[in-house]
């Protein structure tokens, strides 16, 4: 597996592959690789001849009072689970690699960037938009993988990819849990256990709702008044968000059908934790 530094490298890399009649699979990470991040990278070998992992906690997508600092990093381990999932190559720039201290180009991700996770964090998903962009631009991908747990990245990336007319196919995995029900995420590792045993109340809540629309609720608001009632079990949680939208445009319904996105975002002690459920 190669360690590719800088974005000469790994378009040297990407165009050799392609030079050899190869597809290319990029999967952009932060880096503190789970078993989630695993499923993502098995994804991309089962489907591409060639992958390659991003590792880059990307500073543009935090807000000034958010955990950039102490967002866990941990790249020897990150790069033992990459080679163990049969990965090609992992690209590992600096900051000063992929942004340049006179660049003044973002990507704005328009209507969306002020939904979900974008209303709670002021200008994230023009960090996402942006860094990403840039990854495309360097591996020329056939296909990108990201995480369906990050519902609402997902639609702002399959937006961006469409309307800049990027030549690749964004897909969208699973949701990967622990065997309780939690989502897994790299900022887990900063809960306590009680605040673990807490965190559980996001999967029940989502899990829920996709229970009663299975028994045929459709009200939105019967739908998040019971993702509430879930809620209220655990005080010491509090709730960022609970809506229903519709996964391409994030707008809120007030209907639930088939392949509706329910999400929930909370703040288990100091820690923002995320969930979601496709309907149906």
Same mark, same amino acid.
């Given at each position: ?71 866990? %990093? ?23 690699? @992929? ?39 360097? =591996? ?14 997902? =639609? ?5 990819? %469409? ?6 196919? @964004? ?24 605040? %673990? ?52 445009? @994030? ?30």
């Amino acid at each position: 597996m190669q360690i590719l530094r800088t974005v000469q490298e790994l378009r040297t890399w990407s165009r050799a592959q392609r030079a050899a009649g190869k597809t290319i699979g990029l999967v952009p990470t932060m880096g503190a690789l789970h078993a989630g991040h695993a499923s993502l990278m098995r994804a991309a070998v089962a489907s591409c001849n060639r992958v390659v992992v991003s590792i880059f906690v990307n500073p543009t997508q935090f807000g000034p009072n958010e955990d950039y600092a102490r967002y866990p %990093r941990t790249f020897e381990a990150d790069c033992k689970l990459a080679e163990e999932a049969e990965v090609d190559a992992v690209f590992a720039p600096s900051v000063e690699e @992929l942004y340049a201290p006179w660049a003044e180009t973002f990507v704005d991700a328009g209507s969306l960037s002020g939904k979900l996770d974008g209303a709670s964090r002021p200008g994230h998903f023009r960090g996402v938009a942006t860094i990403v962009t840039k990854l495309f631009i360097a =591996a020329e991908p056939d296909r990108a993988f990201f995480g369906q747990k990050d519902a609402a990245q997902v =639609a702002v990336l399959r937006r961006m990819t %469409r309307d800049l007319g990027f030549g690749l196919e @964004l897909v969208a995995c699973p949701i990967v849990r622990e065997a309780d029900g939690l989502a897994l995420s790299s900022r887990n590792a900063y809960l306590s256990a009680e605040e %673990r045993r807490q965190a559980l109340v996001l999967s029940r809540a989502v899990s829920f709702v996709a229970s009663l629309f299975a028994q045929g609720e459709r009200s939105s608001t019967a739908l998040i008044e019971a993702a509430r009632g879930i809620f209220a079990t655990e005080p010491a949680v509090r709730v960022d968000y609970i809506e229903l939208s519709d996964w391409d445009t @994030l707008k809120p319904q007030e209907t639930a059908a088939p392949g509706s996105l329910f999400a929930v975002a909370a703040w288990v002690g100091a820690t923002r934790l995320i969930d979601n459920t496709i309907l149906g």
